[in-house]
């Protein structure tokens, strides 16, 4: 997916079945653009009490923007919350041709051992792009709001878009999140896996390094789709706000679907009969990890679970979240020639604000809050199934 659109508060009661109009009501309020990853992203957006996921706007990426929106409508019907508005975006970058992840999402974008739902027809596809319906949203908000929260956890054509066009709506953003990047050289403890380069002569034996990205051995995906985006970003007055959190690889791979991890998912409390939709979240959710730790495990040597980028990267617009930062803002340029093109180079700032970067995660405590969202699901579900409200 591609932006997120967030308001923090109290949990809001249930939205109705039906399509909501924009101006949509608020929380702390997040916008949400959406893959595998996504899903615990999405998850925690639709469900944890600090958070209110007023729209989710898509991109292209892992699989082209078609697949994509399918895709999110089809997890806003797994997680119960169908009503949830999907803004499709962009099907390109800048100025490059789109590229995509098959190798490691699938050819949907989002393949999984256990099928998802199909999409719910009560979910509301406006036709109009996510930068016509967000400005309209911003220009809504009472002076005295305190801002949307964007998450964004794709290619950032999107959103580079909107700060490009609407520059007077900046003061409405509480908060900008990029999960995208890495940095290296021992920034975080975490482990990118291994890349072996190609011998320089006949006689030299293919040995193994250790990698900074995902896509190449240098970029990480969501930067290098579009570098000349995430440079308009890193470049442009909001990135001097102090209101920008980059969530590099080099984080999110402290945040693991471990073994037990994956079997506490799966298995949850055994209370009681679960109704048709309730009873989908669990196995659809360790589906995607099982499918995503494999690729991980054939296409970078991590064994023992893949990072959970996307999920990951919700904790940096929560007060108490499972992300902790160190002292010091970043300044991020964005590499776009050459086999580096997409790579992140940081500079700590020196007077003034920059980017904030997180320095570790607390795994542990992002599966207690994946748990808890899970649990929410599942009685919105619940809910659902009660009423005898079907998939499609």
């Known amino acids: 997916m591609s932006i997120s659109t967030l308001e923090r508060g109290p949990h809001f009661p249930p939205a109705p079945l039906r399509p909501a109009p924009l101006p949509f009501p608020s929380k702390a309020d997040h916008f949400h653009p959406a893959a595998q990853q996504d899903a615990f992203a999405l998850l925690l957006c639709l469900h944890h009490p600090a958070l209110n996921l007023v729209g989710v706007s898509t991109v292209y990426g892992n699989a082209p923007l078609d697949r994509v929106t399918d895709n999110a409508a089809r997890l806003l019907n797994l997680f119960a919350r169908p009503e949830v508005p999907i803004f499709p975006g962009v099907n390109r970058p800048f100025v490059r041709e789109a590229i995509h992840a098959p190798d490691i ?83 975080t403890t975490a482990d990118l896996g291994t890349y072996t380069p190609s011998p320089s002569s006949s006689s030299d034996l293919p040995t193994a390094k250790p990698r900074l990205g995902n896509i190449t051995p240098f970029a990480e995906f969501n930067i290098h789709t579009d570098p000349d985006a995430a440079a308009a970003i890193f470049t442009s007055p909001f990135a001097k706000t102090g209101r920008v959190v980059l969530v590099p690889l080099d984080v999110t791979h402290l945040v693991r679907a471990s073994p037990d991890a994956h079997t506490a998912l799966v298995e949850g409390p055994k209370t009681r009969e679960r109704g048709e939709r309730e009873a989908a979240i669990r196995p659809v959710l360790g589906g995607l990890l099982d ?56 500079r700590k700032v020196e007077g003034g604000r920059g980017v904030r970067i997180p320095v570790g995660a607390d795994q542990d405590a992002f599966w207690r809050e994946v748990e808890g969202t899970v649990v929410e699901a599942e009685r919105r579900a619940r809910e659902l199934d009660d009423r005898g409200v079907g998939w499609a």
């Not at 964004?152 to 999107?158: D, E, F, P």
């Not at 494999?294 to 980028?309: I, K, N, T, W």
């Not at 999920?311 to 979240?321: K, N, Q, R, T």
């Open 105 to 187: 999402h699938g050819e949907s974008g989002l393949d999984t051992s256990i099928p998802l739902p199909p999409p719910s027809p009560l979910t509301p596809s406006p036709p109009t792009p996510p930068f016509h319906h967000l400005p309209t949203y911003l220009l809504s908000l009472p002076p005295t709001h305190p801002g949307l929260s964007i998450i964004a956890t794709g290619a950032l054509t999107n959103v580079a878009l909107l700060l490009s066009a609407f520059p007077h709506l900046h003061s409405k953003i509480a908060s900008l999140t990029i999960m995208g990047g890495c940095i290296g050289s021992g920034f």
């Open 291 to 346: 499918y995503f730790n494999d690729s991980y495990a054939r296409v970078f040597g991590l064994v023992g679970g893949g990072p959970v980028h996307d999920g990951a990267s919700v904790g940096a617009v929560l007060e108490d979240g499972w992300l902790s930062f160190g002292e010091g803002e970043w300044e991020v340029e964005v590499l776009r020639e050459g086999e580096e093109s997409g790579r992140t180079v940081v």
